[in-house]
């Protein structure tokens, strides 16, 4: 099985992209809630657009879709990962990205792991051009777009700052570049704001940072809620371990390129706990990073059954996650997996 994906062929792409819809547009079928929505710039906008469930899920699927095939491409040009990979990374990130129902539909963290993707790979091609300044505030404003989206993702200014020391030494004029970059999204708005929306806009810039109080209350989880989530982070925590113990048997732009998604991963895990009452929307930016560990590990296990038994192993999880509250045969199949 894991060899058929790492055929970089049409037929693959084509059978990646049908196993994506199945995956995902199954349970829209099955009416799932979309699930509340996170404060943001866009909050008005989603919660309008699930008042139409099928267009929001295709939107949605295509968005995660877009996101795999060019995560792929990036790590691919990178060295993080084969370029013999074919297409096991998208299959595996929609895959991730697909856990509880809530992220079949459009949200704002589909929309930012978008812009996530596009500044990474813009930081990749600053990485190997050398530009400076100018490159890295392109990065820095979509990043700063994203934190419009997903207030809570402003921490990336650190991220941006530590994953440019990586590639070379940084300067004055690059922090004031960052700084500036992540900012100007968000006084733009404001001054807009204040000129023109009403009191009551939910475009404000005020209301933008005004999380409920609702979105930071305590969830007491099921294990069937956590626990698969938590086994596949296992798997992309193992692949992770095992491409920083091969770190020097890398050239140095792929060193770099690692220490950067290792950044990355880092930043998911501290936001995801962070943020742990809302993980069924907070961990696709874990998966971003962890998608691409996992996918490596399944492509270096010495017996190739196993990294197939391993593929089967990550789509029963999404299963489980998704459809265990209402499907029996699933519920059946968590309770011999997990029997207290």
Known sequence: MIKYFTNKSITVFVFVVLMAA???????????????????????????????????????????????????????RSGIIASSSGYLLPLVYVCLASFYPANLYLSNLVIANSLFVMGLGLL??????QRHSRQLFYVSLLFGLASLIVPETYWMLVFLIVAVMVFKTIQFNDVLAICFGMAMPFFFLYSLNELFAPAESTWRAASIFQIPTSQFSAVHWAAVDVVPLLLVCVLGI???????????????????????????????????????????????????????????????????????????????????????????????????????
């Open 22 to 76: 199945l995956l995902r547009l199954v349970g829209v079928a099955w009416f799932y809630e979309p699930g509340s929505i996170r404060s943001g710039a866009l909050q008005g906008f989603f919660r309008g657009l699930h008042d139409y469930p099928w267009l929001s899920a295709l939107i949605a699927l295509s968005f995660t879709l877009w996101q795999g095939f060019t995560w792929n491409n990036l790590a691919q």
């Open 238 to 340: 193992m692949g992770l371990a095992r491409a920083l113990f091969s770190y020097y048997k890398n050239n140095t732009e792929t060193r770099r390129s690692l220490l950067t998604v290792t950044f990355f991963t880092i930043f998911g895990l501290i936001l995801l706990l962070l943020r742990w009452e809302s993980l069924p929307q907070f961990y696709l930016i874990l998966m971003l990073p962890l998608s691409l560990f996992v996918s490596s590990l399944l492509m270096s296990t010495r017996k190739p059954w196993l990294g197939s038994a391993s593929l089967v192993f990550v789509l029963l999880m999404q299963l489980i996650s998704l459809h265990h509250k209402d499907w029996s045969l699933i519920d059946t199949l968590w309770s011999w997996i997990m029997p207290f």
């Open 124 to 129: 990749a091609s600053q990485s190997q051009s």
